[in-house]
């Protein structure tokens, strides 16, 4: 006998990390058919020992766990799975503890009570396939270069750890560096044209690429510079 195919495996696999019972079995009976794979951890032990088996394309991560700061658990994550998508679920409201949880490695947030339909179409534009320009392949901007098909980046010999939505932004601004790209068309082209979270999630992505990029001295780095208001561009000083 052959064992059974695997189908199952390779549908995206979305990790759910949430201990109240009501959320996660309501969340996992929407996701599960949009072709989504879901395993519900109740806790962050449980948490761990999903992503130590099989990295998931997308953490749906509740702050408010039993046996872990979910802030911490976050970190974690990142550091383990660094490709792969978090949305933090938060009911802290405050601002701070949203830009704490953005600065520990996650990409997005909702808050809540969330709408499900919300929800699930940040779900989507995480784990969409990018747009990829056919024309663009290779990118070079000093020191940096791009793979545009292999979704990989270097500066000099070093190969950059990016998250989907850091490369399509970096592969966004290099392909046309030097010119003023705004916020609204980034929020489009990188995220969803339907995004209606906040654009704070842009910001936070810009200071992570900023820390990747570096500031070699011997290299010729290009700058992610800010034009508050209006939006970012890539300068090769
Ligand atoms: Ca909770």
Redesign the pocket.
Known sequence: MFPAPTLDRMLPFVLLV???PVIGRSLEQALTPQGYRVTVAPHAAAARASVHNDAPDLVLL????PDADGIDLCRELRAACPTTSIIVLTARQEEADIVVGLDAGADDYVTKPFRLAELMARVRAHLRQPKVDPDLDQIEVGALRIDVPARRAWIGADELALRPREHDLLVLLASEHGRVITRERIMEEVWDENWYGSTKTLDVHVSSLRRKLGGDTQLRVPRIVALPRVGYRMDLS
């Open positions: 949430e201990d109240d509740d702050l408010g766990l």
